[in-house]
């Protein structure tokens, strides 16, 4: 079992439609979690962190995270072209400063 | 400006050849990190440091060394390059509490 799995995608949602990318992780103690985003050829650039169960909204990405059940998960809501990329899911392993990277999600937003 | 800069942005370099990836912070983080990433693949953590004299090996085996004399400088060193080291190389930095900033990344190519 990989540390942090995400589905590989592609997940294709048309131009307004809420996109919804899912992750879970294996170490019980891992506390803080991250959504990033990546362009092809670009480096990943931070857009949500998350650290406490629940909802954690910031303008139209808001990220949900449930300890019990070991999954994160982030919400597009209003998609744009723009935000046709790969979505990283980072998760800490338990009492270190590691960060371990699932695979990515590929999503596409159809215009 | 804060930010985290690599160097070279690309890199073509004969087989048996020594290499040094450079990658400097002006952000003030103790934490600085090497990950390897194959077009289209995971990221992969080769090399970490939490701070000036502390360098960790990661979790892919690299034949690549790292040295951490200043805080703000994190080079990469190849000693004899191979066409099997070909991939992107990121160069990441952190505090505590709010995930990594990349840079902008070295696209290698041995030949």
């Known amino acids: 079992q990989k540390e942090v799995e995400q589905n590989s995608g592609p997940l294709s949602v048309p131009e307004g439609a809420i996109a919804s990318l899912n992750c879970t992780y294996s170490d019980r103690g891992s506390q803080s979690f991250f959504w990033y985003r990546q362009y092809s050829g670009k480096s990943p650039e931070l857009i949500m962190s998350?650290?406490?169960?629940g909802d954690k909204e910031d303008g139209r990405f808001t990220a949900q995270l449930n300890k019990a059940s070991q999954y994160v998960s982030l919400l597009i809501r209003d998609s744009q072209p723009s935000d046709s990329a790969t979505y990283l899911c980072a998760v800490n392993r338990g009492g270190t400063y590691k960060y371990i990277f699932g695979t990515g999600t590929r999503l596409k937003v159809l215009a | 400006e804060a930010d985290i800069y690599q160097t070279p942005r690309y890199l073509v370099i004969g087989t048996g050849k020594k290499i040094t990836l450079e990658c400097s912070q002006t952000m003030g983080h103790d934490k600085m990190y090497w990950y390897q990433q194959d077009p289209g693949m995971e990221l992969h953590l080769i090399h970490y440091?939490?701070?000036?004299?502390?360098?960790e090996k990661g979790d892919l085996s690299s034949e690549s060394t790292v040295s951490r004399i200043r805080t703000e400088h994190f080079p990469l060193t190849l000693e004899s390059a191979r066409p099997s080291h070909t991939s992107q190389y990121l160069c990441?930095?952190?505090?505590?509490?709010?995930?990594?900033?990349f840079g902008s990344g070295t696209r290698l190519t041995v030949v």
């Open positions: 440091s939490y701070g000036v004299n502390s360098t």
């Open positions: 998350i650290y406490s169960n």
């Open positions: 990441a930095s952190s505090d505590d509490y709010y995930g990594y900033t």
